[in-house]
């Protein structure tokens, strides 16, 4: 199993019925390909709708339907649209139920930076510091690292998303919680040891006496 | 309102103006009145949008033919282009989130003087913003927007001008089309009064200066 489909598949476990969740850009997308079957999940664009669906088949996309990212997408029976107003309210009023967001860093007490590399890339931050503040749960979808290099850090060094902690880091190698404001590892992937992710981590971590393995 | 020609509706608008332009990455843009701004040439325009789409898309459009001078948006980057121009030090961009972006232009069209809201609190966005505490918890001041112009996108309207709008192509489109001066509503379609049930119009036809049934 790659990266993305065991962080995409671990994921898919935090969904409940009824949810209303926003899926951000990347590997946050992919949730949405293993929602359990008979489970009704909401899922919003931030662009203004719920009920987004798959992406159509060639040839039958229509131009005034289409994802965050600006891609085609299908709404499902029972979707609605609205404006931006209200797709912001709906993120910041505390009627989204769970955000999964991808991330550049995370450090160990749980902050995000995922919207700039000063100097590099500085695309600006969309819906994602709303996002990152304004839902009731916050989920990472992230690799570990990248380039040899741990993104679960001590400190982030680039510019944060939101001063509110994340409540989720999901990675190829580990969960990650964040209770009482410190980075504890709750479960490791499928044939990965607690050694090998305190090796890739840079972050301090608790480990608890007992890890689970993710059930994916 | 009156119904105008496209490049009539164009022509009221002055080098130099802020416009507000409906559509998420191009979706729901009316592309008519940004082709008829870049063969006019306005210049100098500060646009507040979400984003400046892709290259040679949308708002992408004014960019690709240097027309802005200032962008307040909260995306630009799908459009190298404008970050290009950013770094160049030819265009002004001033990067808001996205939910403060359409919440300020809200405040600007209903009236209020601006908004409060934790987006950005304890990130860069909040340098050089008035702070205040309500019920314990931190806010941001952050100031209602309004523009001279109003560039709106609609599925349909009716002679007398209004409009609804379909799918994702509703955006910042109706929130726009309260907070400007003038507002120049560009349709896909026409149809005779009443036939938009009132319950399905969105934005009321007192709001609309100028039609275009062009999109």
Redesign the interface.
Known sequence: MDAQTVIAKRIALELRDGMLVNLGIGIPTRVSNYVPAGMRVYFQ?????IGTGAVPEEGMH?????D???KPVT?LPGAS?????M??GL??GGHLDMTVLGGLQVDQSGHLANWMIPGK??????????LA??AKRVVIAMQHSAKGKSKVVKTCSL??????PIDLLVSELAVIAFPGGRATLMETAPGVSVQQVLAATEAELVVPDKVAEMAI | MRTLSLADAVALIPDGASLMIGG?????TPESLVDELVRQGKRDLTVIA??T??PGVGIGKLVRARLVKKAI??????NPET?AQ?IAGEMEVD?V????L??R??AGGFGLGGIL?????????EEGKQKVTIAGKEYLVEPALRADFALVHA?LADYLGNLA???????????IAMAADTVIAATENVVPVGLISPDHV?TPAPLVDYLIAQS
Request: net charge neutral.
């Open positions: 664009s931030e662009n203004g709708l229509h131009r005034l339907l289409t965050a990212g600006g709404a649209t609205f404006d931006s107003a797709s912001f993120i910041r890339m500085v695309p600006g931050m969309g819906g994602a510091m709303d503040s304004g510019p944060l998303t939101s001063a509110r | 998420f990455m191009a979706v729901g979400n984003d789409a892709l948006v909260s995306h630009i980057g799908l970050q950013m990067l989130p996205q939910g403060t359409i919440e232009i809200r809201t934790a987006t950005g609190v304890g990130t860069v966005v599925f709008y379909a799918l994702t192509g509703r955006n910042f489109n109706p929130v969105i």
